[in-house]
């Protein structure tokens, strides 16, 4: 088995910012991927940004510039630094770790981490 948890959500003001971590633990042989997903209400699931096992990252046209992803290989986490916080950005934030099993990987997602930002 394999969880995930999020932390660092919450209620913050336009122009803020927020930091968001994720935890893999459990059975664990490898990780790939790792990344940040959110959804608002009446939303779609979008992309906010991602980030390789070897480093490269790529983001989501509406928060490229304003967020940043890293991650620690040694401790299976994930982090989202948020800056410049905009109304816009209001969604639940979905942590997303690519995990192998076997000659493959699956997809394994977090609980959800809400964020608030006001105007």
């Known amino acids: 088995q394999v969880q995930l948890v999020e932390s660092g959500g919450g209620l913050v003001q336009s122009g803020g910012s927020l930091r968001l971590s994720c935890a893999a633990s459990g059975s664990i042989f490898g990780i790939s991927g790792m990344g940040w997903y959110r959804q608002a209400p009446g939303n779609q699931r979008e992309l906010v940004a991602r980030?390789?096992?070897?480093?490269?990252?790529n983001y989501g046209d509406a928060v490229n510039g304003r967020f940043t992803i890293s991650r620690d290989n040694a401790k299976n986490t994930v982090n989202l630094h948020m800056n410049n916080l905009k109304p816009e950005d209001t969604a639940v934030y979905y942590c997303?770790?690519?995990?192998?099993?076997?000659?493959?990987?699956?997809?394994?997602w977090g609980q959800g981490t809400q964020v608030t930002v006001s105007s």
């Open positions: 980030i390789t096992s070897g480093g490269s990252t």
């Open positions: 997303n770790v690519q995990i192998r099993r076997g000659i493959g990987f699956d997809d394994y």
